[in-house]
């Protein structure tokens, strides 16, 4: 599959990246809970596709948490809602407005603002809440400041106007959120983006013999395929 396992490094502005893409059609899920509670790993999520005889091709984390791993904001899993739309304004990145919602399903991946969102919804098969936004129409978020000294390593997703794919990415270094958004418009050149989080950003990527470490996480997002 060139698509899910396409995981490579980049550099953007003397910044390294690692990238991921998935193209419309292939296997790409969210997880969050399993029988025993949340899977906070990315380990954890390999051991339940073992009964499907499937593997994750890459995950990274998919949005911010609470203290117990449930969703921040609207977490949409196999068509199902398990946690309701936020669009107040808010602390933290998050309520940081615009924020967004990364929804794909038959149709394709789209990042849609969240206000607009709750007006017109699409149909989601699997969806995530983040914020703030980075991308809008190819515009970058209002406040993001080119001079900020707020670094961290960062990870998000983008996608392009028709749908048709995903990128995934995270810094390999701390980096600002102007940066990081740039690399979604002027390098990959796509129209829209979302933040997922911030510090504990990990990613899952056997074909670069990575597997990111840490705290238990809440929402994962990962690209499946069969597994041997």
């Excluded at 998000?156 to 418009?185: K, M, Q, T, Y």
């Excluded at 002027?186 to 899952?204: E, K, P, V």
Aim: aromatic share 10%.
């Amino acid at each position: 599959m060139a698509g899910a396992s396409a995981c490579r490094d980049e550099v953007f502005e003397g910044a390294s990246f690692t990238l991921c893409d998935v193209s419309r059609g292939e296997d790409l899920r969210l997880f969050l809970n399993g029988p025993d509670g949340p899977y906070g790993s990315f380990a954890a999520v390999n051991r339940a596709l073992e009964a499907e005889g499937k593997t994750l091709a890459f995950a990274m984390n998919a949005g911010m948490y609470h203290r117990d791993l449930s969703p921040v904001g609207l977490f949409i899993a196999e068509g199902r809602e398990q946690a309701p739309l936020i669009t107040r304004a808010g602390p933290g990145n998050f309520g940081l407005l615009p924020n967004g919602v990364f929804c794909w399903g038959k149709d394709g991946f789209r990042v849609i603002e969240s206000r607009s969102f709750r007006d017109s919804a699409p149909t989601c098969r699997w969806a995530t809440q983040s914020g703030p936004m980075l991308l809008l129409n190819g515009a970058l978020h209002p406040k993001l400041l080119p001079d900020s000294d707020s670094l961290y390593v960062r990870n998000g997703v983008g996608v392009p106007a028709d749908g048709s794919r995903a990128v995934f990415a995270i810094s390999n270094e701390a980096v600002n959120f102007h940066l990081f958004a740039r690399l979604f418009r002027d390098h990959l050149g796509l129209s829209d983006a979302l933040y997922f989080d911030g510090s504990i950003s990990r990613l899952y990527s056997p074909a670069l013999g990575r597997s990111d470490l840490g705290f238990p996480m809440g929402p994962i997002v990962g690209a499946v395929i069969p597994k041997g």
